[in-house]
């Protein structure tokens, strides 16, 4: 069900899964399990506040209701490999007449179409980064991150994407997500490039 929502919506559906055991499994899916409070899977949550359980048959619905919801985050994802090293940078920002808030930045590696069998497994998350930031209406941050890239993911550069969320700071669910942002699939940015525009974006905003 997840596949087919993912292939109708991809534009506005950025699934994510965690598996709980088998060649898949990690203590980053054992550590979202927790913050879920899962035993048992298939189980579904909407943007991390809306617990849509075990019944697929109204996750068509469910999402329906979701796209038509309103946000004044943004977040702007842009990734560089150097070897094994993966760097991400997010730009993560609240609309003028927004409210200013409170909230944990994610940082996810995720691999899509893994493992091999089943097939309808979509963006399995790998290793991921957290960061608390406090933003005020009109304001934006930077949120560089780090990481070792396993090998397999290297070998499969078409399914490597990074997904960046902005969500409620709370120790379980349900927190609400603000926003999500995926990038890195198919489209990396050189650090040197990226370095560039941030300059532009600065003299712009300076008006050099």
Known sequence: MVNDLFELHGDSFIPIFYHLGGEA???????RANFYQLQF???M???G???????YADWGDDLGVHQEQETDVTIDVFTALEGPILRVFAKVCIEEGGLPRDMRIFT????????DSPTYYRNAGR??????VTLEAGQCIDVDTLAVMPSLDLERPEDFAVIVWAQEPLSTAPAE??????????RPISPESLIDQKIQEAAEDQGW
């Open 25 to 31: 499994g990690s203590g980053l899916a054992s550590s």
């Open 41 to 43: 899977t298939p189980y």
């Open 45 to 47: 949550w909407f943007n």
């Open 49 to 55: 506040a809306d617990d849509a359980g075990y019944d």
């Open 108 to 115: 996810l590696q995720v691999i899509d179409n893994f493992p």
């Open 127 to 132: 290793q991921g980064q957290s960061k608390d």
């Open 177 to 186: 997500i603000f926003q999500v942002a995926i990038g890195g699939r198919r």
